[in-house]
C-alpha cells in the first residue's frame, strides 16, 4: 500500500534517492523555502508549524484529494517537511485513516514498517485519533 509514497526530509535529500520514482509532491514547511523542482514535479505547498497546538486536520481533505489524483494519474508522491517525522508522517497517516478507513495505531505500524522513525507530535497525534473516530462514524450511519 505504501509503494507509492515517500516520507522524507528536506526534498533535495528524498529526490536524490528516488529521483526517477517521484512525480508528485508536496512539501509541509514552516517557512517558505521554495520549491526544489518547479518545472518537474507537481507541488502542493502547506505551511504547517510543528507545534501541538497547529490545526493540521484543516488540510486533510485536501491533503487526500491531492494524493488520491497523484496515484489516480500514477504517480509517485513524496510528502516532506524540515525532519521528516512528525508533519509529513501525519498527512501520511491521514490518508491512511481517511481513504483506507484504518484505525490511527495500524496506520501508524504500516508507516513505521517502511520509516522507522516517525512520530508525529501529540497534537497531531489527537487529532489522526479524532480523525479517525468521526471516519469510523460516517461509515456506520
Not at 122 to 127: I, T
Request: with cysteine.
Amino acid at each position: 500500500m505504501l509503494m507509492y509514497f515517500t516520507v522524507s526530509d528536506l526534498p533535495y535529500n528524498a529526490i536524490k534517492r528516488f529521483r526517477e520514482k517521484v512525480s508528485f509532491s508536496f512539501t509541509l514547511l514552516s517557512t517558505g523555502i521554495q520549491n526544489a523542482f518547479p518545472q518537474k514535479y507537481n507541488y502542493l505547498n502547506i505551511e504547517l508549524l510543528d507545534v501541538p497546538e497547529t490545526n493540521i486536520s484543516k488540510v486533510f481533505t485536501q491533503t487526500n484529494k491531492f494524493i488520491e489524483q497523484a496515484l489516480a494519474d500514477h504517480g509517485c508522491v513524496l510528502v516532506h517537511c524540515n525532519a521528516g517525522i512528525s508533519r509529513s508522517a501525519s498527512i501520511v497517516l491521514a490518508y491512511l485513516i481517511g481513504i483506507h478507513r484504518m484505525q490511527y495505531e495500524e496506520a501508524y505500524q504500516l508507516l513505521k514498517k517502511a520509516r522507522v522513525n516517525i512520530r508525529p507530535n501529540d497534537g497531531f497525534v489527537r487529532q489522526l485519533n479524532e480523525y479517525a473516530a468521526e471516519i469510523e462514524q460516517r461509515y456506520q450511519s
